[in-house]
């Protein structure tokens, strides 16, 4: 029987560093860090996850502000706002929630945020820091998947970690993160041939691909910790990831719940990544 990981609660005990660092950021430098969120229309679940973020924010004390555009910005008009947000000292972090509207480039938008307030860790200078290995902010989702790994005191070094998918967002830098912790590591994805034979050689399996219930009890090697990194609807609207919970929960030693895992986890590293943009400008 698997052990659940709980995510939510680990996400409250990074909130709670955090906002205990804020208190002694205000009182050393005389202003909180502030995150600033911007969100182009009005994709449902994006309004959820910035929400999310705006809220945790508050839970750490810390200052945010919430930009909403309508769907019909152009591409202009983002570029201008983000160059503000770059020149006001006031703040930290700027994260501009994905996907954007077609109409608007997101590689033009991602490398117009300075590379200092980049939470995300998308722009092109953190991401070749990532690959480097030179100081850098890492992507919140990612970084979030190490901590929870850590958190089941399962160590990395010298195992097998397979990731299925390869996003600029997670997969690939998920991987990055694993070699860094001296796992040896697979990533495979869609082209994969006979995915169940990649993934039943993984002690440790991170799968980021958005497919509900890619990942079957059989395709999981008995005693793994899994981390699932979907984030789907099911027929139902049920919020659900790409492991089938019902079939690999019995085969892995720890595994994510969804919703509880991942999610909350990538906003807690969120808070940390603008309290490291924020400590970068002083
Ligand atoms: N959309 C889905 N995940 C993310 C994320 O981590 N950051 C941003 N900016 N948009 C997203």
Not at 33 to 38: G, H
Not at 94 to 108: M, S, Y
Request: with cysteine; charged share 25%; net charge negative.
């Amino acid at each position: 029987m698997g052990n659940i990981i709980d995510g939510k609660a680990l996400s409250v005990t990074v909130k709670d560093e955090v906002r205990e660092q804020v208190a002694e950021l205000e009182a050393r430098y005389g202003r909180k860090p502030c995150l600033c969120v911007i969100i182009v229309g009005e994709n449902p679940a994006s309004q959820v996850y910035v929400r999310n973020k705006v809220k945790a924010a508050a839970y750490t004390g810390m200052d945010s502000r919430l930009i909403e555009l309508p769907a019909d910005t152009s591409e202009e008009v983002l570029l201008a706002q983000i160059r503000d947000l770059n020149e006001d000292p006031a703040v930290d972090g700027v994260l501009v929630q994905l996907p954007l509207p077609k109409h608007v480039d997101e590689e033009k938008v991602i490398d117009a945020i300075a590379r200092e307030k980049d939470v995300d860790g998308f722009h092109p200078g953190n991401v070749s820091g990532l690959w480097l290995g030179k100081d850098c902010i890492v992507p919140c989702t990612p970084a979030g998947v190490i901590r929870l790994i850590d958190s089941t005191g399962v160590s990395i070094s010298g195992k097998t970690a397979v990731v299925v998918g390869r996003s600029n967002i997670v997969g690939k830098p998920v991987a990055k993160l694993l070699l860094d912790r001296n796992a040896t590591v697979v990533i495979a994805h869609s082209r994969t041939a006979d995915l169940g034979a990649v993934t039943r050689l993984a002690d440790i399996l991170v799968v980021a691909v958005g497919k509900a219930g890619l990942i079957t009890g059989d395709m999981v090697k008995p005693g793994a910790v899994v981390i699932d990194v979907g984030m789907n609807r099911n027929a139902e609207g049920k919020l659900c990831g790409d492991v089938d919970f019902a079939s690999c929960e019995p085969v892995a030693s720890w595994i994510t719940p969804v919703p509880g895992g991942v999610g909350p986890m990538t906003i807690a590293m969120l808070m940390k990544n603008t309290i490291s943009c924020f400590l970068s400008r002083m």
